[in-house]
């Protein structure tokens, strides 16, 4: 690891502008996967900026009958809130089904979002990775690619996204909120706020130099069956291969979000118009721009196949 200076941030506003005083930092909370790309030398900020002591850790009703959730919320008690259980299933749900508990015990919820995709070319130094050393090149094309992305990739880059919160936040209409460097806020849908790769995979979301997020939004509960699953290699400590985050009306009618598929939590509104006729009719749309690699051609069986079981599930 490099060295590097370190500061405690007093307020979201002065972290952000100390940020973007030095281009080359990084904010720091639980560290479950920035620590991991700085022993590696994937990451080498000169500099930290910790924002632990900002406050951030509530979950909050707000006047439109929602919850605002603090970026610094670690991800166990996010999952636990008796409210969170009740009214957004998917999302405690989606978030039982990520790492371990002692990591849930440290993440926090901004640092899930933002973590970086877990594509193993992207963590071995020695091989070309466009998302860690932009116009070098991508290793995973060519390369072992049955985990990579099925939908939404470019010719830079096929990572995945690896977080299943994301995906539970996608199926909910979250907003992220954030704070500039000049102080100002603003927010993002989360639909808006994750980009596809196209010839930059570097820059995975929408923030700009300094943006900090303070909280994510979820809007008043849709109701509904909320079911969240994951196919993975192992039982537990593995990311998606598929995930499907479903909200299910009594009528038939609701969203859908799959993860491990794309760069970013993959849902297209237009196909829930065909979740009454079940989860062939839906998948169509879902998958319909997919190009999957010899490898991983699996995945589109394996995406429609889950669907119909949550579907069936959330059918009772």
């Known amino acids: 690891m490099r060295s590097f200076t370190y500061e405690r941030a007093r307020t979201p506003a002065d972290a952000a502008a100390a940020a973007l005083r030095n281009p080359d930092t990084k904010f720091i909370a639980g560290g479950t996967n920035l620590l991991d790309l700085m022993k590696l030398e994937i990451e080498t900020p000169a500099h930290l900026i910790d924002v632990n002591g900002l406050a951030l850790d509530k979950i909050e009703p707000t006047s439109e009958g929602g919850l605002r959730i603090g970026a610094l919320v670690r991800n166990t008690d996010l999952a636990a809130d008796s409210r969170v259980r009740r009214d957004y299933g998917v999302l405690s749900r989606a978030l039982l089904a990520g790492a371990s508990g002692q990591l849930r015990n440290k993440a926090t919820t901004a640092g899930n979002l933002l973590q970086r995709t877990r594509c193993p070319y992207f963590y071995d130094t020695n091989q070309p990775c466009n998302k860690r050393r932009p116009g070098s090149g991508c290793a995973a094309i060519g390369g072992f690619s049955r985990q990579h992305a099925v939908l939404g990739a470019s010719e830079a880059c096929i990572a995945t996204h690896p977080s299943d919160m994301a995906v539970g936040m996608r199926a909910l209409d979250a907003t992220v909120e954030t704070v500039r460097p000049d102080g100002a806020t603003r927010t993002i849908p989360i639909a808006e706020f994750y980009r596809l790769p196209g010839d930059t995979p570097h820059i995975e979301t929408t923030l700009q130099p300094g943006e900090l997020i303070t909280a994510v939004t979820l809007p008043k509960p849709v109701g509904g069956r909320q079911v969240y699953r994951k196919v993975r290699d192992r039982a537990s400590y593995a990311f998606a291969l598929v995930s499907v985050a479903a909200i299910v009306q009594r009528d038939g009618t609701g969203r859908v979000a799959l993860g491990g598929v794309a760069h970013k939590p993959w849902r297209v509104e237009a196909a829930e118009a065909a979740m ?33 079981a949550v579907l069936t599930e959330a059918k009772g």
Do not use: H
């Open 276 to 308: 009454p006729r079940g989860a062939k009719a839906v998948a169509a749309q879902l998958l319909a721009d997919a190009k999957p690699t010899r490898e991983n051609t699996f995945k589109l069986s394996l995406a429609e196949r889950t669907l119909g």
